[in-house]
């Protein structure tokens, strides 16, 4: 059964379609690229994916469960999301804003448990920040807040992690960190979609893309297929021998 399964799905903010029928699954360790030019539907995709928006029509199915009949609780049991853009406005730790990523599992008015602090553990040492536990989050560089946003995401324990953005802002070290660890979350079974605005990042573990061109139009399968000089050039308006295309 797929992880995330979307069929048909349609939504515009005016009256041009901005996702228009849309469909494509994500299995267990499928790791997917999001990609296409500015103003295309990346990021409102994700918020269709995890109920945060509504779909004018089609269908999200998490688990073979319509997402819209899924419980918040329930959902955040099945789709993890980071945000592209995170504030902190308290001066939490480390160790606490990965704990954060248990809420739907501790709920707002009991502690947490031990398998919540053992969850969070296995977090940070996933994403490599466990010598940051006991730091301050507004002392941390871009990259690794980054880091610590993806380890409240996987301390939710999911199936599904979607991440808008998860490299931007962010120099060249840490953007092939990233990739690396998405990668390694694949190959470990959970299924990954990420928003990226750089195509040559998709080469660094992506198995799946999905382009979106801008009015409605897609293209979805192998990342070897979609990703091809000419697809690419279509989509972003650019030559097919530019130097910034892969």
Do not use: W
């Given at each position: 059964?797929?992880?995330?399964?979307?069929?048909?799905?349609?939504?515009?903010?005016?009256?041009?379609?901005?996702?228009?029928?849309?469909?494509f699954e994500l299995?267990?360790?499928?790791?997917?690229?999001?990609?296409?030019?500015?103003?295309?539907?990346?990021?409102?995709?994700?918020?269709?994916?995890?109920?945060?928006?509504?779909?004018?029509?089609?269908?999200?199915?998490?688990?073979?469960?319509?997402?819209a009949l899924i419980e918040p609780g329930r959902l955040a049991r099945l789709a993890a999301y980071?945000?592209?853009e995170t504030s902190t406005p308290y001066d939490f730790s480390v160790r606490e804003t990965v704990l954060l990523g248990r809420t739907a599992r501790a709920g707002f008015w009991r502690g947490y448990r031990a398998e919540d602090g053992a969850a969070a553990g296995l977090a940070m040492e996933e994403t490599g920040i466990t010598a940051l536990a006991?730091?301050?989050?507004?002392?941390?560089?871009?990259?690794?807040?980054?880091l610590v946003f993806i380890a409240q995401a996987l301390a939710q324990e999911a199936g599904l992690l979607l991440l808008d953005e998860p490299t931007s802002h962010l120099d060249l070290k840490y953007k092939a960190e990233i990739m690396a660890l998405l990668a390694r979350l694949g190959r470990r079974g959970l299924a990954v979609a990420a928003v990226l605005h750089e195509p040559a990042l998709a080469r660094l573990g992506c198995n799946k893309a999905l382009l979106l061109n801008g009015g409605g139009a897609y293209s979805f399968g192998a990342e070897s297929e979609m990703l091809s000089p000419e697809r690419l050039a279509a989509a972003y308006g650019?030559?097919?021998?530019?130097?910034l295309l892969p």
């Open positions: 059964m797929p992880v995330l399964k979307v069929t048909g799905l349609t939504f515009s903010y005016g009256p041009r379609p901005l996702i228009q029928g849309l469909s299995r267990s360790g499928d790791f997917m690229c999001v990609l296409g030019p500015n103003g295309s539907g990346k990021s409102t995709l994700l918020k269709l994916l995890t109920g945060f928006m509504k779909a004018s029509s089609g269908s999200v199915k998490l688990g073979g469960k319509e997402a980071v945000a592209s006991e730091r301050s989050i507004n002392t941390l560089s871009t990259g690794e807040r980054q650019l030559p097919i021998d530019s130097p």
